[in-house]
T-cell receptor, first 114, second 111 residues
Framework: AQSVTQLGSHVSVSEGALVLLRCNYS??????LFWYVQYPNQGLQLLLK??????LVKGINGFEAEFKKSETSFHLTKPSAHMSDAAEYFC????????????FGKGTRLSVIA | KAGVTQTPRYLIKTRGQQVTLSCSPI?????VSWYQQTPGQGLQFLFE???????NKGNFPGRFSGRQFSNSRSEMNVSTLELGDSALYLC??????????FGEGSWLTVV
């Protein structure tokens, strides 16, 4: 079975500061990992994904994440926060065997302070 | 390429009624899945269809059902609505079964 833990339901950063959103996963088989972003009153937009190629994954809007098997982590980072980054972020996991539903974390709401 | 399209975007129903939500996947995607999002339970998987067959099912009561048509479009139905069914219902489509792309969702309010 798979599970995801997102540490911190709410993270607040200043504009221009580093963004770090934490995600730890549990999986009995090698996982695929994803980060999605949800803006108010919208659906989920795929930010980036790890599918067993490079462990450092670059996504849209300047975000990236690093897969660390030894730490069972897939933290999301962005060097410099922008006001437009304020949203809810979800980490998700699925087995790399495919065709299995995503299991999502509870989400982290990111606030960016001017 | 057009994204996942869901209709209607917003709807209000009364307890005991039923509702049907529609989803058109990204062109070429044959897998369609549905998720329910609520503040308390977060994102929960409902079911997934591939080539008109239900391939996976989440832990929801039988009041929740779905189907997929030959053109990959999908519908989900909730019968005998309860107040707790108020949620954002998200449809997602996938080409390879791993990377899924979500629509804007259908906001259901049950009163």
């Amino acid at each position: 079975a798979q599970s995801v833990t997102q540490l911190g339901s709410h993270v607040s950063v200043s504009e221009g500061a580093l963004v770090l959103l934490r995600c730890n996963y549990s999986s009995s088989v090698p996982p695929y990992l994803f980060w999605y972003v949800q803006y108010p009153n919208q659906g989920l937009q795929l930010l980036l994904k790890y599918t067993s190629a490079a462990t450092l994954v670059k996504g849209i809007n300047g975000f990236e994440a690093e897969f660390k098997k030894s730490e069972t982590s897939f933290h999301l980072t962005k060097p410099s926060a922008h006001m437009s980054d304020a949203a809810e972020y979800f980490c998700a996991v699925t087995p790399n065997s495919g065709n299995t539903p995503l299991v999502f974390g509870k989400g982290t709401r990111l606030s960016v302070i001017a | 390429k057009a994204g996942v399209t869901q209709t209607p975007r917003y709807l209000i129903k009364t307890r005991g009624q039923q509702v049907t939500l529609s989803c058109s996947p990204i062109s070429g995607h044959r897998s369609v899945s549905w998720y329910q999002q609520t503040p308390g339970q977060g994102l929960q998987f409902l079911f997934e269809y591939f080539s008109e067959t239900q391939r996976n099912k989440g832990n929801f009561p039988g009041r929740f059902s779905g189907r997929q048509f030959s053109n990959s479009r999908s519908e989900m139905n909730v019968s005998t609505l309860e107040l707790g069914d108020s949620a954002l219902y998200l449809c997602a489509s996938s080409f390879d079964g791993n990377t899924i792309y979500f629509g804007e969702g259908s906001w259901l309010t049950v009163v």
